[in-house]
């Protein structure tokens, strides 16, 4: 079984800054993508950001420029640096991950956390 533990998210100002993480632990060979979504109220999960083991990125149209996602392969971590917030930003961030185990490539997800920007 894999976790995936995310940070706590937060309020922020328009305009500022949040750094999420989210480590994934348990019995696994490797992990292939790492990525972040977001879910607004009433809304569809949404692709924010995701990243290759080789360090590969993809953004959403909407936070090119503003958001950066990184990642430690060996810590099994992923970051997400968001900048310049927007209100429209405020949503719940998952964090997902392509994991290889013994029964073959599986999807995980984190628990979510709450981003709330304000304005």
């Known amino acids: 079984q894999v976790q995936l533990v995310e940070s706590r998210g937060g309020l922020v100002q328009a305009g500022g800054s949040l750094r999420l993480s989210c480590a994934a632990s348990?019995?696994?060979?490797?992990?292939?993508?790492m990525g972040w979504y977001c879910q607004a109220p009433g809304k569809q999960r949404e692709l924010v950001a995701s990243?290759?083991?080789?360090?590969?990125?993809n953004y959403a149209d909407s936070v090119k420029g503003r958001f950066t996602i990184s990642r430690d392969n060996a810590k099994n971590t992923v970051y997400l640096q968001m900048n310049s917030l927007k209100p429209e930003d405020t949503a719940v961030y998952y964090c997902?991950?392509?994991?290889?185990?013994?029964?073959?490539?599986?999807?995980?997800w984190g628990q979510g956390t709450q981003v709330t920007v304000s304005s």
């Open positions: 348990g019995s696994f060979f490797s992990i292939n993508t």
């Open positions: 990243i290759t083991n080789g360090g590969s990125a």
């Open positions: 997902h991950a392509n994991v290889l185990g013994p029964s073959g490539w599986s999807e995980y």
